[in-house]
């Protein structure tokens, strides 16, 4: 399974980035479905993300500047990054989840993947 993110940069206070998130590599169903952020020298933290009925769920932190949308036919994650500020200054990590039929009818396993992160710099 590969997990891959990009679009991350160098942007300015203000500025704006789009991340994008692919899965692959998966024989049964993995798809994007969120974003976290790990700034230097602190913990991973959730960004934004897709939970049940489509609906998603927002960092505090970002409400109101970031976007987090889909491509279900091409099965990318985007996030969409506005008004930055210094303090979104971190390596933006995307997760995937896999689902994998069980051997019992009606089972199933979830696993969850990440990709290598892509670096976002929002310079003062």
């Known amino acids: 399974v590969q997990v891959v993110e990009s679009g991350g940069g160098l942007a300015q206070r203000g500025g704006s980035l789009r991340l994008s998130c692919s899965a692959s590599?998966?024989?049964?169903?993995?798809?994007?479905v969120g974003w976290y952020r790990q700034p230097p020298g602190k913990q991973r933290e959730l960004v934004a993300e897709?939970?049940?009925?489509?609906?998603?769920n927002y960092a505090d932190s970002v409400k109101g500047r970031f976007t987090i949308s889909r491509d279900d036919t091409k099965k990318i994650l985007f996030l969409q990054l506005n008004s930055l500020r210094p303090e979104d200054t971190a390596v933006y990590y995307c997760?995937?989840?896999?689902?994998?039929?069980?051997?019992?009818?009606?089972?199933?396993?979830?696993?969850?993947?990440w990709g290598q992160g892509t670096q976002v710099t929002v310079s003062s």
């Open positions: 997760q995937a989840r896999e689902v994998v039929p069980g051997t019992v009818r009606g089972s199933r396993y979830e696993y969850e993947y």
């Open positions: 590599g998966s024989a049964f169903s993995i798809t994007p």
């Open positions: 897709y939970i049940s009925g489509g609906n998603t």
